[in-house]
């Protein structure tokens, strides 16, 4: 996995430099004293570094279909009557 991306970075960062790639100024930040910076970042199976956000995601989907096989048995043996 790692090699993975070591090569994705190799590979934006010399089409970054062949392009001559520059930063568009939409948001000008030399006003400021600021300035702009392009920041690759790796992700977990989850979507991101913090898997806080990915486990929400999968508890509240497991619990979505559990109450709606709960509602799908009552409906099936309650609601016919």
Same mark, same amino acid.
């Given at each position: 996995?790692? $090699? &993975? !991306? =070591? /090569? %994705?970075? +190799? $590979? &934006? !960062? =010399? /089409? %970054?430099? +062949?392009?001559?790639?520059?930063?568009?100024?939409?948001?000008?930040?030399?006003?400021?004293?600021?300035?702009?910076?392009?920041?690759?970042?790796?992700?977990?199976?989850?979507?991101?570094?913090?898997?806080?956000?990915?486990?929400?995601?999968?508890?509240?989907?497991?619990?979505?279909?559990?109450?709606?096989?709960?509602?799908?048995?009552?409906?099936?043996?309650?609601?016919?009557?």
């Amino acid at each position: 996995m790692d $090699v &993975v !991306v =070591v /090569v %994705v970075v +190799v $590979v &934006v !960062v =010399v /089409v %970054v430099y +062949v392009s001559g790639y520059t930063m568009f100024s939409a948001y000008p930040v030399v006003v400021f004293g600021g300035t702009k910076r392009m920041i690759l970042s790796t992700t977990s199976w989850l979507g991101g570094k913090n898997p806080f956000l990915g486990v929400a995601y999968i508890v509240v989907g497991s619990m979505c279909i559990l109450i709606g096989f709960i509602f799908l048995i009552v409906h099936l043996r309650i609601g016919q009557r």
